[in-house]
């Protein structure tokens, strides 16, 4: 089985320009069961939870489920959200 950075690898072998740096999908590490957070991000999403008031869930980040990229809606971004 070819993982994802494996594929990512070879696109980018496949596609590369001169002076292009190869990258890795951070996505492709995250674990497959709980808590879904990267080792090296561990420490920061602590900090910053511990920032927080013990009943502040809206804004606490939760390791138990699985991230998804952050979506945005045009409102939003033009300011009239």
């Known amino acids: 089985m070819v993982s994802d950075n494996q594929q990512i690898r070879w696109w980018n072998e496949m596609t590369m320009h001169p002076g292009l740096v190869e990258t890795s999908n951070p996505w492709a590490d995250l674990p497959h069961e709980p808590p879904y957070v990267l080792a090296s991000d561990r420490p920061y999403l602590d900090v910053y939870n ?3 008031k013990a009943d502040d869930d809206d804004h606490r980040i939760a390791f138990d489920l699985p ?6 809606t045009w409102a939003n971004l033009c300011g009239a959200g």
Do not use: E, I
Not at 67 to 72: D, E, V
């Open 50 to 52: 511990a920032t927080l």
């Open 67 to 72: 991230p998804g990229p952050y979506q945005n």
